[in-house]
């Protein structure tokens, strides 16, 4: 399949938005509509256009969360982007912060967390309809993002657990991922998805995955929504910062710095090759 993004219709689609004065969870998720029936005309624009295609295309409205604060995220802004990859994010912790393997929310990931349910709240009120397909990242701080934001949520079905939807790995060890008993202990409400290993089978610490790889799984991850959710319109996906942005490297858009907490709309457009 051809994946491709839609523009124009969320703030967040302008090349020259500003993550950071946009913020994570803006208004109206960054909806350009500001109408009463917002979600209405988006959803039926969608569906018009997935009825009348000439090209055999579907369109998908898809939510990309990026999990809250975690505990790698304060050691980095500590230390700095360099040193923190030069050094400090090959190790543990520093005796004052523990950030590796797999951290958890800080309390204020957990406020972002609530922050994007509060949205969520106001906008499913407002017409949005609830995500008809769940995916998350088998990292912690994902999870506990994905729990917090969706919590006491009727009409929801089980989030799916997959491999493909954690960060880039490699290296730091905050993108180790704990044993898949941890997760079915620790988050009996979600599914994981078939195959999924025991342990970590991806991570080293001697090389980082690149960009582009992370690319090639998004695009997997992609590929399975649109086959596996035929009909499905309204799609959720919790993860991280670099395999969000390998979601728009495998749509064809620029990088987005999406801060912690934050949700990233996406109109996007599959083609069969």
């Given at each position: 399949?051809?994946?491709?993004?839609?523009?124009?219709?969320?703030?967040?689609?302008?090349?020259?938005?500003?993550?950071?004065?946009?913020?994570?969870v803006?208004?109206?998720f960054?909806?350009?509509?500001?109408?009463?029936?917002?979600?209405a005309?988006?959803?039926?624009?969608?569906?018009?256009?997935?009825?009348?295609?000439?090209?055999?295309?579907?369109?998908?409205?898809?939510?990309?969360?990026?999990?809250?604060?975690?505990?790698?995220?304060?050691?980095?802004?500590?230390?700095?982007?360099?040193?923190?990859?030069?050094?400090?994010?090959?190790?543990?912790?520093?005796?004052?912060?523990?950030?590796?393997?797999?951290?958890?929310?800080?309390?204020?990931?957990?406020?972002?967390?609530?922050?994007?349910?509060?949205?969520?709240?106001?906008?499913?009120?407002?017409?949005?309809?609830?995500?008809?397909?769940?995916?998350?990242?088998?990292?912690?701080?994902?999870?506990?993002?994905?729990?917090?934001?969706?919590?006491?949520?009727?009409?929801?079905?089980?989030?799916?657990?997959?491999?493909?939807?954690?960060?880039?790995y490699?290296?730091?060890?905050?993108?180790?991922?704990?044993?898949?008993?941890?997760?079915?202990?620790?988050?009996?409400?979600?599914?994981?998805?078939?195959?999924?290993?025991?342990?970590?089978?991806?991570?080293?610490?001697?090389?980082?995955?690149?960009?582009?790889?992370?690319?090639?799984?998004?695009?997997?991850?992609?590929?399975?929504?649109?086959?596996?959710?035929?009909?499905?319109?309204?799609?959720s996906?919790?993860?991280?910062?670099?395999i969000?942005?390998?979601?728009?490297?495998?749509?064809?858009?620029?990088?987005?710095?999406?801060?912690?907490?934050?949700?990233?709309?996406?109109?996007?457009?599959?083609?069969?090759?």
């Amino acid at each position: 399949m051809k994946f491709e993004a839609v523009g124009g219709l969320f703030a967040q689609d302008d090349p020259l938005a500003v993550p950071q004065k946009i913020g994570g969870v803006p208004p109206r998720f960054g909806l350009l509509d500001a109408s009463g029936d917002r979600w209405a005309s988006l959803l039926a624009t969608l569906a018009q256009l997935n009825a009348t295609t000439g090209d055999g295309a579907v369109y998908k409205l898809v939510f990309f969360g990026r999990h809250g604060q975690g505990y790698h995220n304060v050691a980095e802004d500590k230390y700095g982007t360099d040193a923190w990859d030069d050094h400090w994010a090959k190790l543990d912790g520093d005796g004052e912060l523990v950030w590796g393997p797999d951290p958890e929310l800080t309390s204020l990931g957990k406020e972002q967390a609530l922050a994007a349910k509060a949205m969520w709240k106001t906008e499913l009120a407002q017409g949005l309809p609830l995500p008809e397909s769940l995916y998350c990242s088998p990292m912690t701080r994902a999870m506990q993002t994905q729990q917090i934001t969706f919590e006491g949520v009727d009409g929801l079905k089980p989030a799916l657990i997959m491999e493909d939807c954690r960060e880039e790995y490699g290296e730091h060890t905050c993108d180790k991922r704990r044993s898949k008993t941890y997760i079915q202990e620790n988050f009996p409400q979600f599914d994981i998805e078939e195959g999924f290993s025991e342990e970590d089978e991806l991570y080293t610490a001697e090389d980082r995955e690149t960009p582009e790889h992370a690319a090639e799984r998004a695009r997997r991850v992609l590929e399975h929504v649109f086959t596996a959710d035929a009909g499905r319109t309204v799609i959720s996906i919790t993860a991280h910062s670099g395999i969000i942005n390998g979601f728009l490297r495998a749509l064809g858009r620029p990088r987005y710095a999406l801060p912690t907490g934050g949700i990233l709309p996406v109109v996007v457009k599959a083609t069969a090759l």
